[in-house]
């Protein structure tokens, strides 16, 4: 058969592990690329619920932006807000109830370009109009590696560009928060740019964009020393937390997405643990938060598995640690009404 998909996930089925801890997901997508080699293609409200509703107790969710619905024509810097107002309607058939109590999409991260310095403010005020309750921030993917197999999102150096740095500080003036993807080497770059605008709350996404394939495949010592010390510098900066996932995704080189039968959440929680119990001891479970990061970590595992394995990783801390990290965390950093 063929790996990936819900078929082949099911193949590893698993009990639920303490159902009744509360979670929120800070960070899936929400899309429809049927035109386009994705996995999981189309991923609505459907094809979520089937994943939180799969045994964990999911309050409720934050999507973040993926390029999907913008606009199709109008001025290139008010497109993204196409897809704030699509997910806003997603969000409010979720608050329904309709589909079950959690909220999906409780916040909503969108996109503008902070390039664009004082002149983002129009863009975010629109983005603000489209999700007047929900919207609470924006994502810039700054992800630039000198490696050709990956797909670079900005220019090299650009956290240190003045009119990014302005627009960022236009974020502050608005009371909103940055979501920040890059790959692990441009981590002191965070750093430096972090310090530079200390107000502004800045989320990491997936510890740091580490990678282990391509110029980094079998230099896992090296990969590790190097993202180690990147993320000890971003974890000083008392303005920044971390989601801890995304290593689902290939880059990261695990292999999941290729086995016969899909990985299983107690081997899974052991591979997580050396990345994941770093992030947790510098940054502290206050400023830690469990992401499922899907779709696109579903290729590798399911969301039964995931959550499971994220309970095994963090048996060893306390209660109100690991309320912090499941649940609290998120809520307070994307302000979401419980």
Known sequence: MAFGGNDWLALTDEPTLEPEIPICDPHHHFWDFRSRSTPYQRY??????????????????????????????????????GE?????GLAAASASGIYGPSR????????????????????????????????????HNVSWNPDSIFENRETEGILADGRFR??????????????????????????????????????????????????????????????????AAVAACSNVTVKLGGLGMPRWGFGWHTREIPIGSEELAEAMSPWLTYCIEKFGPDRCMFESNFPPDKVSFSYNV????????????????????????AVRVYRIDV
Request: hydrophobic letters at 45%; charged letters at 20%.
């Open 84 to 88: 704030v107002e699509f997910v806003q």
């Open 104 to 139: 999906a999409a409780a916040a909503i991260v969108g996109h503008a370009d902070l390039k664009l310095a004082d002149k983002v403010r129009p863009a975010l005020d629109a983005l603000a109009a489209a999700s007047p309750n929900r919207f609470r921030g924006i994502r």
């Open 306 to 329: 995931m959550c499971n394995a994220f309970k095994l990783l963090s048996k060893s801390y306390s209660d109100s640690e690991r309320a912090a990290m499941f649940h609290d965390t």
């Open 44 to 81: 609505l409200i459907h094809e979520l619920n089937a994943d939180i509703y799969s045994g964990h107790n999911v309050r409720s969710t934050v999507f973040v932006e993926a390029h999907s619905m913008y606009r199709p024509d109008g001025p290139e810097e008010l497109r993204p807000v």
């Open 166 to 231: 302005e627009g960022a500080k236009v974020l502050v003036q608005m009371g909103l928060s940055l979501d920040m993807m890059l790959s692990f080497p441009q981590l002191p770059e965070l750093a430096d740019f972090a310090n530079a605008v200390p107000d502004l709350p800045i989320i990491l996404n997936h510890i740091g964009g580490g990678n282990r394939v391509g110029i980094y495949a079998g230099k896992d010592a090296e990969v590790l020393a190097e993202w180690q010390a990147g993320m």
